[in-house]
Nanobody, 124 residues
């Protein structure tokens, strides 16, 4: 069984930045692919980006307005999503999801393991 725990969300002013973390645990920790999704109030969950164990990153066309950076620290079993130039419309719950087999996918049901989410609120 694998567990994913997100952290790093909070309240940030427009134009600000946040770094979200997704810590994975399990024995062994061999989730091949970690994806980040978000869900704004009243909207469907959408994929943001995805990283594979070989370091390959796939960014998806979505409603993210500002630049973001995805990285993975295998020694810490943690994936980071750095969000920059945040706007109020980026307010959402952000989730990381993992799959042991298979490459990056924008299809949420392909990920069997999900964190509880971390809330990001962009407001002045």
């Amino acid at each position: 069984q694998y567990q994913l725990v997100e952290s790093g969300g909070g309240l940030v002013q427009p134009g600000g930045s946040l770094t979200l973390s997704c810590a994975a645990s399990g024995s062994p920790m061999d989730l091949r692919t970690i994806g980040w999704f978000r869900q704004a109030p009243g909207k469907e969950r959408e994929v943001i980006s995805c990283i594979e164990d070989n370091g390959a990153i796939l960014n998806y066309a979505n409603s993210m307005k500002g630049p973001f950076t995805l990285s993975r620290d295998s020694a810490k079993n943690t994936v980071y999503l750095q969000l920059n130039s945040l706007k109020p419309e980026d307010t959402a719950d952000y989730y990381c999801a993992g799959r042991r087999f298979g490459s990056c996918s924008s299809y949420a049901p392909n990920y069997p393991y999900w964190g509880q989410g971390t809330q990001v609120t962009v407001s002045s």
